[in-house]
Nanobody, 119 residues
Framework: QVQLAESGGGPVQAGGSLRLSCAAS?????????MGWYRQAPGKQRELVAV???????KYGDSVKGRFSISRDVAKNTVSLQMNSLKPEDTAVYYC????????????WGQGTQVTVSS
């Protein structure tokens, strides 16, 4: 199994910055492939924010390109999201995501951290 622990959310004014961090702990024999962040605003579906694939490539949601930056420490099983130029529409619960594998692939999610951007 893989457990994810997020930190770094909170309130911020529009135009400000926040950094989210996520640390993964895993059971023996499990490996972690992709890691990233999704978010869900009230009344909306969960959407991709950014992901780092196992090979190191990254993918960003269209609404955050150029403003957010994802980084990953493979050795430490951590992933961080630097969020700049925040907008009120970035307000959401942000979830850390990891794809683990042990014979088969399984998606794991953190409990979520609230980010609230005020105008």
């Amino acid at each position: 199994q893989v457990q994810l622990a997020e930190s770094g959310g909170g309130p911020v004014q529009a135009g400000g910055s926040l950094r989210l961090s996520c640390a993964a702990s895993k059971s023996m024999y499990w490996s972690i492939n992709d890691m990233g962040w999704y978010r869900q605003a009230p009344g909306k579906q969960r959407e991709l924010v950014a992901v780092v694939f196992h090979g190191g490539d990254t993918k960003y949601g269209d609404s955050v390109k150029g403003r957010f930056s994802i980084s990953r420490d493979v050795a430490k099983n951590t992933v961080s999201l630097q969020m700049n130029s925040l907008k009120p529409e970035d307000t959401a619960v942000y979830y850390c995501y990891a794809q683990g594998s042990y014979y088969s692939k399984t998606d794991f999610w953190g409990q979520g951290t609230q980010v609230t951007v005020s105008s």
